[in-house]
């Protein structure tokens, strides 16, 4: 299972929020597109949030039993390796698999913080920073350039909002608009989502059906 994850992820001072598309393509060992319209929620959870990533569908669920297993995150490279190779075996061979890469939500003093996690290393995001993660040989910035650059300007704290209710609509309503030009731009990605909201004292997840009536 080919995860072509169009994946948003923006790490504020004392919150993060994370959205994935809900679009898994099937495809055989010679990665021929059998079924564009299989769905599935890519964000995963565990204790101390929530895991999704970029890359082989199954390799990425298949690394949420460590985390939910108590394994400390500075471990989770060699396993991920680990998985890629198990998945090779099976499926043979697959740029999917290579490329596979995990976001992984964690408590810290500091209030909730990401990290990324490759075979080689973790790398924790810095406050202020927006992920966009997109594995298709597309250039999907030019299709929303203004959106996203909108939103990289306007990466605010939790706090700094009244109520949740308007932290929750203030990111969805933005990021609402980034999966429908995306999925405008190219069919693989879903306009609908799910999007994870993650403070000290606050952790929901919504589903953005986003459906564009002309």
């Not at 995150?73 to 998985?83: D, G, Q, T, V």
């Not at 698999?97 to 408590?107: E, G, H, N, R, Y």
């Not at 939790?158 to 308007?166: H, L, M, V």
């Amino acid at each position: 299972m080919a995860d072509m994850t169009f994946l948003i992820a923006m790490q504020a001072r004392d919150s993060v929020v994370v959205s994935a598309d809900n679009k898994i393509l099937i495809s055989s060992s010679a990665q021929d597109v059998f079924d564009k319209s299989v769905h599935a929620e890519k964000i995963h959870y565990w204790d101390g949030g929530v895991l999704t990533g970029t890359g082989e569908y199954c390799v990425i669920y298949r690394m949420l039993k460590y985390l939910r297993n108590g394994l400390d995150i500075l471990l989770l490279p060699s396993l991920l390796e680990k998985e890629k190779e198990f998945r090779r075996r099976e499926v043979g061979r697959c740029d999917q698999i290579d490329i596979t890469q995990l976001i992984v939500s964690a408590p810290t003093e500091h209030g909730p913080r990401l990290y990324i996690v490759s075979s080689q290393s973790v790398e924790q995001v810095t406050p202020g920073e927006l992920l966009i993660f997109f594995p298709l040989d597309y250039d999907f910035f030019s299709v929303s350039s203004n959106a996203i650059s909108s939103l990289n300007a306007s990466i605010n704290a939790k706090e700094s909002f009244s109520t949740p209710a308007k932290w929750v609509n203030f990111y969805a309503a933005r990021f609402a608009e980034i999966y429908l030009l995306q999925h405008q731009g190219n069919e693989q990605i879903s306009e609908s989502f799910h999007m994870y909201f993650q403070a000290s004292d606050f952790a929901r997840t919504f589903f953005v059906p986003n459906a564009h009536h002309c």
